[in-house]
Nanobody, 128 residues
Framework: QVHLVESGGGLVQAGGSLRLSCTAA????????MGWFRQAPGKEREGISG????????YYVDSVKGRFTIPRDNAKNTVYLEMASLNPEHTAIYYC?????????????????????WGQGTQVTVSS
């Protein structure tokens, strides 16, 4: 059974940074594109970033461009979400997910239906 485990969430002050990690078990990690999603209080979950299997293609929603990055380390079966200049609007539960494929133009959609496996989420709270 595939497991995705997120870590690195917590409480941070506005202007601070966090790095989330997502480590996969029982998954041929290098065969999967990966994505990060978030669900803010009272809102639907949204895709915010994706990366193809090799790390050569990355996608971001406009609201996080220039602020978040999504590197991956296939040797460690881990994808990261590096977040900088955080503000209270970034408060959410952050989820990683493994897509059903290596990644291509479709990954840009960051559509939940394209992702087969999900982590349990990690809470990020940004205080003002």
């Amino acid at each position: 059974q595939v497991h995705l485990v997120e870590s690195g969430g917590g409480l941070v002050q506005a202007g601070g940074s966090l790095r989330l990690s997502c480590t996969a078990a029982d998954l041929n990690f290098f065969n999967y594109a990966m994505g990060w999603f978030r669900q803010a209080p009272g809102k639907e979950r949204e895709g915010i970033s994706g990366i193809n299997w090799s790390g050569t293609m990355t996608y971001y929603v406009d609201s996080v461009k220039g602020r978040f990055t999504i590197p991956r380390d296939n040797a460690k079966n881990t994808v990261y979400l590096e977040m900088a200049s955080l503000n209270p609007e970034h408060t959410a539960i952050y989820y990683c997910a493994a897509a059903s494929g290596y990644g291509g133009g479709w990954l840009k959609r960051l559509a939940e239906a394209d992702f087969a496996y999900w982590g349990q989420g990690t809470q990020v709270t940004v205080s003002s």
